[in-house]
Nanobody, 115 residues
């Protein structure tokens, strides 16, 4: 199983970023995918979840109305569109998948929101 995140960077408050997570080594279309974020002070927070076919999504309160999770099963990729970014969104963003009780994580992509 391999998960590779990309798309992070430095953005001003109010700006937008689109993160991508390319997956391989498993049947991507069969699994729920998640985006989490991690900061030294707050630990790891689950941000968004999307079911295997993309029919159901769930967001943390901090992400509702600003972030959108989506997936392209033909490309084995899950996305996180982040709008109206705030300084408190600064974190390393990671995607993960639970397969047979094993949690697999990518290496993460840094998002920094600052003026």
């Amino acid at each position: 199983v391999q998960l590779v995140e990309s798309g992070g960077g430095l953005v001003q408050p109010g700006g937008s970023l689109r993160l991508s997570c390319a997956a391989s080594g498993f049947t991507f279309s069969s699994y729920t995918m998640k985006w989490s974020r991690q900061t030294p002070g707050k630990g790891r927070e689950l941000v968004a979840t999307i079911t295997s076919a993309g029919g159901l999504t769930h967001y943390a309160d901090s992400a509702k109305g600003r972030f959108t999770i989506s997936r392209d099963n033909a490309k084995n990729t899950v996305y996180l569109q982040m709008n109206s970014l705030k300084p408190e969104d600064t974190a390393v963003y990671l995607c993960n998948v639970l397969i047979s009780r094993n949690n697999y994580w990518g290496q993460g992509t840094q998002v920094t929101v600052s003026s």
